[in-house]
């Protein structure tokens, strides 16, 4: 093993940089030429790279998003694309490739297998957490401290007006961050994949109305909902229209958006990276196509397909204390 490359690919998530500087720093300490590839699977297209060196990632485990840039590349869903990305790892006696990402990252891996001989290792990084074969992906922890945070500051105002705030939060297509921030942040509702899908929306909506206007009968404060990105039709404005037509309830709407994948990765995110990325290395010498995780507080090694396709569900335990605690309020 004398040469890895190495990209951060697709959203950017904190604790990519802390990735980033463990990889090198393990790469030096076994004599290991480190590339770094800019914009993801773009730089390899493009032959972009920067040599990663001890002093340049020294200073950089604090920092948010990542000196290596990131992007999607739409060259990869065709074989012309990979082949081209295949024949710079080749061109620079490449031994393995580590991709700092998430699904689509990886997926972009899988593509990359039958043209190119190296080692594939992944490390998973998004604050979705939708990743399988990892209790966390890196990002994640960060995200979650960012959105509670901001509700926090959102609740003052509800309770100041005694309103009702819909509050979008990311996750793609999972309920990760919207069960965590949600209970976190004491919501009176969470509304997510897991307990809102288009067969039973008319039931939720119901539910919430009548939550709604319970509450108002017997406290006076503000009622927040946690709402989970690409659940409701017309999002978190298509359910502020359902309430105001439905039962004349007026309500504030917040997309937190981005500001959840910036910001300064926190300790947990920068300790998670730091273990993959050395994980990494080592793997890389005698694994291919496999993601390293943390299950259990063990570092775990696993094949890149079941992280991606084995679906990986928010904890039954957050489900049913976000259930025991709507019974209680």
């Not at 076994?30 to 590839?37: M, R």
Request: aromatic share 4%.
């Amino acid at each position: 093993m004398k040469r890895i490359a190495l990209i951060t690919s697709g959203g950017d998530a904190p604790g990519m940089n802390a990735a980033i500087r463990s990889i090198v720093l393990a790469c030096h300490e076994q004599n290991i030429q480190c590339l770094g590839f800019f914009h993801g699977y773009n730089g390899l297209m493009l032959d972009e790279f920067k040599e990663l060196t001890v002093d340049l990632v020294a200073p950089i485990i604090q920092l948010g998003g990542t000196i290596l840039k990131s992007a999607r590349c739409k060259e990869m869903h065709n074989n012309e694309g990979v082949e081209q990305v295949a024949g710079t790892l080749t061109r620079h006696n490449i031994d393995a490739l580590i991709v700092v990402g998430g699904d689509g990252s990886f997926r972009g891996m899988m593509a990359l297998q039958p043209y190119w001989h190296g080692h594939l290792i992944g490390i998973p990084a998004t604050i979705d957490n939708d990743l399988a074969c990892t209790d966390k992906t890196i990002g994640f922890a960060t995200a979650v401290s960012t959105a509670t945070h901001a509700i926090d500051k959102i609740r003052d105002t509800a309770n100041a007006f005694e309103r009702v705030f819909i509050v979008e939060v990311m996750g793609r297509h999972s309920g990760h961050i919207a069960f965590n921030v949600g209970l976190a942040t004491g919501a009176e509702a969470i509304l997510s994949f897991e307990n809102c899908d288009s067969t039973n929306l008319e039931q939720v909506k119901a539910d919430l109305i009548n939550q709604i206007q319970s509450q108002r009968q017997h406290n006076h404060s503000g009622f927040v909902i946690v709402l989970a990105e690409n659940l409701w039709p017309g999002g978190p404005h298509g359910l502020q229209a359902a309430l105001r037509e439905t039962a004349n309830i007026e309500s504030a709407v917040c997309v937190l958006g981005y500001i959840q994948r910036g910001g300064n990765p926190c300790p947990e995110d920068r300790i998670l990276a730091t273990e993959l990325g050395i994980e990494a290395v080592r793997a890389a010498k005698n694994r291919s196509g496999i993601m390293v995780g943390k299950v259990h507080g063990q570092i775990s090694t696993n094949c890149i397909i079941r992280a991606t396709e084995q679906s990986k569900p928010v904890d039954q335990a957050l489900r049913l204390a976000y259930h025991q605690i709507c019974q209680l309020t």
